[in-house]
């Protein structure tokens, strides 16, 4: 059960998003500018993937699996290929650039002073540009945020994984900003 | 507020540290459900803004008058300041 009486059956971040829709509307926008908005270098399924593996960092259940239905939703892959990342991304099929972002991301979760100088110029000789540097430490900042809210409330999120498989086609396509916090 | 401030805390620790006993702690001394989500999400934006600022190692004046300064602005509101 919830910390707090937040509506019947919603699972995760739309039940306190209901509780309190002033707060809801800055974080969502933030979302969709962060992860979904074109005018970006660094595609949807590349930034959902680094607020997935943050989330599983943080152990967040909920965001973990409805942000990794999305990376797997928009990298046309499986879920055990997002597992593996999960697992290693370091060994994983993915851009050398994308890497060290992840790496970059998951020193973020750790704290801000956990980035390293050599990490940024790590990514920077891959091509990493200030903007996808800058957008990849407040994707992740912005996950650390989200995880707690999700989880410092205690929210129920489905425990069946293929639930955010399945509605990972919907969620891409309604957005951040558009959307019936009930459907 | 010390039960206020100790919610806050294990939200910054992580996820599920916050305790069902920790909320009625809150609940006994007359925090709603209003004030234990605001709790809960202050700590939780503090989490991203700190590893945002930090994260991109952003400029950090040392100088503890320079903060005073910052803080009677922001009392009149959170908008950036005019830079040239």
């Not at chain 2, 934006?45 to 300064?69: I, K, Q, W």
Request: aromatic letters at 8%; a negative charge; charged letters at 25%.
């Amino acid at each position: 059960m919830a910390h707090i009486d937040l509506p019947d059956g919603l699972p995760g971040i739309r039940g306190p998003m209901a509780f309190r829709p002033e707060t809801a509307k800055p974080m969502n926008e933030l979302a969709e500018i962060l992860l979904r908005d074109d005018n970006n270098t660094l595609s949807r399924g590349d930034r959902e993937l680094i607020g997935a593996y943050v989330s599983y960092l943080n152990d967040c259940f909920f965001c973990q699996h409805v942000h990794g239905a999305l990376a797997q939703h928009y990298m046309q892959c499986d879920m055990q290929f997002i597992d593996a990342i999960k697992n290693d991304f370091q060994t994983a099929p993915l851009a050398e650039k994308l890497k060290t972002l992840l790496a970059i991301a998951a020193s973020v979760q750790k704290g801000g002073r956990s980035v390293t100088v050599q990490q940024i110029e790590t990514a920077k000789t891959t091509g990493a540009t200030d903007k996808e540097i800058h957008d990849t430490v407040l994707i992740a900042a912005a996950f650390c945020m989200f995880n707690r809210y999700v989880d410092g409330l205690g929210t129920w999120a489905p425990a069946e994984r293929q639930v955010y498989v399945q509605r990972a086609k919907m969620r891409a396509e309604e957005g951040y900003l558009d959307f019936d916090l009930y459907k | 507020m010390k039960a206020i401030l100790y919610i806050a805390g294990k939200v910054q620790v992580l996820r599920k540290e916050v305790t069902t006993q920790d909320i009625q702690a809150a609940r006994d001394l007359g925090a709603d459900d209003k004030t234990i989500h605001d709790t809960v999400l202050i700590a939780a934006a503090f989490c991203m803004f700190n590893r945002y600022v930090d994260g991109l190692a952003s400029l950090t004046p040392t100088d503890h008058t320079v903060y005073e300064e910052m803080g009677k602005g922001m009392a009149k509101g959170y908008v950036l300041p005019i830079t040239n």
